[in-house]
């Protein structure tokens, strides 16, 4: 009896644990899964939801999660396709999202754009929407609805460097340089450790022939990233730029010494240049020589006869005395 006893209470035990195992739901493994994915673990979130959808296979939020999910471990594929499934049972702002971003990631720009546009209809707080549809319009070349989704994108987050070197870039493509650099200093406000971002403010400040404060952008890259091959280049290329010697005045011939008959030779010149050289230099760099000295012509040589009028008039009168003195003698 003691021993039936026993298996009677085990009995009612496996009793009540099964019911408490079967009682884990969908929601339950949903909820799981999302706070798995609140704190970075996505593979196991994608493990939860899918224990959802295999409870419930029509549950959008499980579909939806697992889109987002994907879309975080880089598989965007798989993201459009949970999002896709998601979408054609509900319709929800983080599937639209996810949906949108996994064509963005996929380089299916004319798609992510119409996506985005659909999504922004409703959705009109999400700045990052507002960016990726900016940068997708700026892949298809179409620089002017970038700027304005950019513009967009940045009311709501002002505080984006790489938004603002996203604006600074479409600038630069149409050439409008002193937007660009506004863009720029924008984003270098708002982070000095972006080596890309001062590479690009110095090609602006370059463009604009700002060639000093261009090379302390492309030195405050290389300071950041030694190795910024392409930050080096544009360096070097600069560098000659960087620091002009600007020569100005005009030639003054000097005077010849006179002498009697007139000037003995052609007068000589000699230059004053006045050279300006930028304060601020830091870099050991090659001068370029630019004379803006204006060549003033110098007269030939005029040559005179060595004989003076007041010589041959002498000479006359003292001619006509003697002539008039032997004219007296003879009378």
């Known amino acids: 009896m003691q021993t039936s006893a026993k298996a009677g209470i085990l009995f009612v035990i496996i009793l009540i644990l099964v019911p408490a195992v079967a009682a884990e739901d969908s929601l339950e493994w949903y909820t799981k899964g999302a706070n798995a994915a609140a704190v970075g673990n996505y593979a196991d979130a994608i493990t939860y939801y899918n224990n959802a959808l295999s409870l419930d296979p029509s549950y959008a939020l499980a579909m939806s999660g697992k889109a987002v999910a994907f879309n975080a471990l880089g598989r965007y594929a798989e993201a459009l396709d949970s999002a896709n499934q998601a979408l054609a049972i509900r ?49 298809i070349g179409n620089p002017d609805a970038a700027l304005k989704a950019y513009a967009k994108c940045t009311n709501l987050d002002p505080h984006n460097a790489d938004t603002w070197n996203q604006v600074g870039i479409v600038y630069m493509a149409k050439g409008n340089y002193t937007e660009a650099l506004d863009a720029f200093d924008h984003a270098t406000r708002e982070t000095t450790k972006n080596a890309v971002i001062w590479n690009n403010k110095g090609l602006a400040l370059t463009a604009l022939g700002r060639y000093q404060d261009a090379l ?87 040559t005179y006869t060595p004989l003076s009028p007041f010589g041959v008039l002498a000479a006359l009168v003292v001619a006509g005395i003697a002539f008039a003195g032997v004219r007296h003698r003879k009378n």
């Open 91 to 139: 319709t929800s702002a983080d599937t639209l999202n996810a949906r949108a971003y996994a064509l963005y990631k996929l380089g299916r720009y004319d798609e992510a754009i119409a996506a985005y546009v659909n999504m922004t209809a409703t959705v009109t707080n999400n700045a990052a929407a507002y960016c990726n549809l900016g940068t997708s319009y700026a892949q």
């Open 216 to 302: 302390n952008c492309f030195n405050a890259a290389l300071t950041i990233s030694p190795a910024y091959a392409e930050a080096e280049k544009n360096k070097e290329s600069v560098m000659g730029k960087a620091q002009v010697y600007q020569v100005t005045g005009s030639p003054t011939p000097t005077k010849a010494p006179w002498v009697w008959g007139g000037v003995t030779s052609p007068a000589t010149v000699s230059t004053t240049a006045a050279v300006e050289v930028a304060a601020n230099v830091t870099e050991s760099v090659p001068v370029t020589l630019v004379v803006t000295a204006t060549e003033i012509p110098v007269a030939a040589k005029t």
